[in-house]
Each structure stands twice: as C-alpha cells, then as structure tokens.
C-alpha cells in the first residue's frame, strides 16, 4: 500500500457488558514510523465518534482530540482526562494490539485496562474492521 487509502470502518469496543458499533469511513497510511489510521464512525443513535489510531513498534497511540492514550503491552503508562472538577489520572495497562492487515483491509485488535488511584475502571477491547471504500459489502 502505498499513500493514503480511503477504508470503511467498523469499530466494535466491548467495555465490561456493552458492546457498542460504530460504522464509518477513514484514511489508511503507512510511512517508516508505522500505521496511521484517522476515522469518523456514528453508531445506530448517532453518536460519532472521531479517532487517530497511530500503530508502531509493537505499541499504539489513541488519540481522540480529548485526550491521548498510549498502550504498550511492556509497560503501563499514564494519560490524564479532563474531567468534571478537575483531571482524571489513568493508568493504562495494555493486554494485547494486534493488526492483521493485508492492504488496506482487515483487523486491528486493542486490549487494555484503565485503572485511577489503583482501581479499575474499565476493561475496553476495541476491534476496528477495515476494508477498501470501494469494497461494499
């Protein structure tokens, strides 16, 4: 692949016992430093949700404009969200990133925890299902 793809986007996160859906349409790259994916999805509500997804040396890096979270299986990491009253301090433990892409279609699989002060908060397993935009299926 080469340049940026255009791709549908079909993000499934299971956070504890919700799953949520969300359906859109992104750009695919790739450079020296990784796999860049940048997506705009809405679920069955309405409810959009836009990402940068930055895959890279066996980590990856979340970025949503709110906030950004690293996830690395060989270490925690930290992020801090804006919150009502104040900042929240996360601790992100990373489980499992796995890409399986041929092109610019197939799976990106993200496994991790996030805890504040010790306590988990929640366990997210997000899946986003790429295929090519002229691929409908």
């Known amino acids: 692949m080469s340049g940026t793809e255009s791709v549908r986007v079909t993000v499934t996160s299971v956070i504890g016992d919700d799953t949520l859906v969300f ?3 992104g750009a695919l790259s790739r450079d ?11 679920d069955d509500a309405g409810n959009e949700v836009t990402s940068a997804l930055h895959l890279g040396m066996g980590r990856a890096m979340v970025d949503n404009g709110a906030y950004r979270l690293l ?40 496994h991790y925890t ?12 997000v899946t986003l299902a ?8």
């Open 23 to 25: 359906s859109g349409s």
């Open 71 to 110: 996830l690395d299986p060989s270490r925690p990491t930290s992020a801090r969200i804006a919150a009502e009253g104040g900042a929240l301090e996360l601790t992100i433990t990373t489980h499992h990133i796995h890409a399986d892409l041929i092109g610019c279609e197939g799976t990106i699989s993200l």
């Open 130 to 137: 790429l295929r090519p935009m002229e691929q409908e299926r």
């Open 32 to 42: 020296s430093r990784g796999t860049h994916l940048r997506y705009t999805a809405r």
């Open 114 to 125: 996030l805890s504040t002060m010790g306590h988990e908060l929640q366990e997210m397993q």
